[in-house]
């Protein structure tokens, strides 16, 4: 009876002793064999079966070890008389639905599917120039840096990053930026969206206030309401956020701003917003988190220090990372943090596991001390800005009056409006259905109601400026008509 449960598969990965066992473990666990039930003979069940003796005896091993099957010598092997479920217990084949709770399910919530964006498509909104990664010069370093790494670096020291990368980067933010940052306030993290969880967690407890600009980063929306903070919108105007217009005046633990590059409408915030912003962090003890994504490619204009320089000691939490100047797979970001911050959110850094390669971090660290980072920054700044002005140019030739589409001050990506009551998931919808990865801006807002397209530049090539540009042009016209 036992050889009737059994099917041998020769063509199989799965060794022959591996499949008998798995078998003989399946009909026990599903009631086809009760407790105590005896087994064939190694040499019978190896005839029957048409393989050697030696595997049916390793299979009977691997039953026997786990209190399965009881084998004596001198006797025929049995189902142990209490196997795995214990007597009279037939567990499922299926595995038992676990539930999410409820910060699981607010965790495992993909903010970005709201936005009919299409993960891989063309023009995705976030996605760098990966045509002007320098591939060759990048792979020489990386060899050189592993080659290099010594002593405790390439065990469990230095997981808030490595040495000779915080040091780097506190000399570069201090040039670049106006950061005031020492190597010792510098934590290494794999991306900006581990820094909001780990922030949100760390310095805000369930129930508190985060004020985040409306329209503003779905991520750090996402951060914050998976930590259990209350959601206040910011509304946001040409000249940045604006704190004064915040309905709801509970104090916030958290403010989180884009100030450099507002994400997703793109501009600047203003010297006096940004005066107002730390005035309210430091009326109610909060902390201002500034996300100077993509500082790096500004088109126009005198660049303004981070506000991270302006505000006092502890006002300011500054997020960096390398996904927009070199790539998002390199999976390295950073925090400059409070000096009395530094210590205990390394520590919740660790415990949290939310550690960087240190390889890729050697890398880094030779590449900008080299002088190639900035070399290649000033290549990718002028790849930008040609195509997100061809990009925007495309866009006003076919859209005319139909959307608001204003020329990128700097980033990857740039966001358009449209003129009146526009579907613009609908409108996203259709547009990736062309193989592009556009977002839709609704979901952005939090109290506002936008309506437009946020659309990637920085890896336009090839045409496919004017592609989308017609392919949007089109998803309008046939919406018109369709309301018609």
């Known amino acids: 009876m036992l050889a009737g449960l059994i099917t041998i598969d020769r063509s199989s990965s799965v060794p022959l002793p591996e499949q008998v066992y798995r078998a003989v473990r399946e009909a ?19 005839a029957a079966l048409g393989i050697s003796r030696n595997s049916v005896n390793a299979a ?16 025929a092997p049995k189902v142990a008389s209490v196997a795995l479920w214990g007597e009279g217990e037939t567990p499922a084949i299926s595995a038992r639905a676990v539930a999410l709770s409820a910060r699981g399910r607010a965790m495992s919530t993909d903010p970005w599917s709201a936005t009919e964006r299409r993960r891989g498509g063309r023009l995705e909104p976030g996605t760098p120039s990966l045509d002007r990664f320098p591939a060759d010069e990048w792979a020489r370093t990386l060899r050189r840096a592993a080659r ?32 005031r940052a020492t190597p010792e306030r510098i934590i290494v993290i794999p991306s900006t969206q581990a820094s909001l969880n780990l922030l949100a967690s760390a310095l805000a407890d369930p129930g508190e206030a985060a004020w985040l600009e409306d329209p503003g980063y779905l991520g750090a929306r996402a951060a914050f309401t998976a930590a259990g903070l209350d959601i206040v919108p910011m509304p946001v105007d040409e000249e940045g956020a604006d704190p004064r217009l915040v309905s709801d005046r509970r104090p916030p633990r958290l403010i989180y701003v884009t100030p450099s590059h507002q994400y997703p409408y793109g501009t600047r915030m203003s010297l006096a917003r940004r005066a107002m ?35 006092a000691e502890g006002e300011v939490i500054y997020l960096g990372t390398f996904s927009k100047s070199m790539l998002p797979g390199l999976r390295v970001a950073y925090m400059v943090v409070p000096e009395h911050l530094a210590g205990p959110l390394a520590v919740a850094q660790r415990v949290s596991g939310m550690l960087a390669n240190v390889t890729t971090q050697a890398a880094l660290a030779d590449f900008i001390a080299s002088g190639r980072y900035r070399a290649h920054l000033r290549r990718v700044q002028e790849t930008c800005e040609a195509r997100g002005r061809e990009l925007a140019a495309a866009l006003r030739q076919k859209l005319g009056t139909a ?82």
């Open 277 to 311: 912003v730390l005035d309210a962090a430091r009326a109610c003890g909060g902390v201002v988190l500034e996300d100077d994504y993509d500082s790096e490619f500004l088109f126009s204009g005198r660049p303004l220090a981070a506000m991270q320089g302006l505000g």
């Open 60 to 75: 009977y091993e691997l039953l026997a070890a786990e209190g399965i099957v009881t084998v004596r010598s001198g006797s």
């Open 403 to 484: 959307a608001d589409v204003p020329d990128p001050v700097g980033g990857v990506q740039l966001a358009l409006r449209f003129a009146g009551a526009v579907d613009d998931l609908a409108i996203a919808a259709r547009v990736n259905a062309l193989g592009f990865g556009v977002a839709a801006l609704s979901p952005y807002g939090i109290a506002c109601n936008p309506s437009g397209l946020v659309v990637g530049f920085a890896g336009a090539q090839g045409g496919e400026a004017q592609a989308c540009a017609e392919a949007v042009a089109g998803a309008l016209a046939g919406a018109e008509k369709r309301r018609a």
């Open 148 to 179: 290099r790494l010594r002593g405790d670096v390439l065990s469990y020291g230095e997981t808030r990053g490595l040495p000779e990368l915080r040091r780097e980067l506190a000399a570069y933010l201090a040039a670049e930026r106006g950061v």
């Open 28 to 46: 026990i666990g599903a009631g086809r064999l009760d407790a105590g039930a005896r087994l064939p003979s190694s040499r019978a069940l190896a």
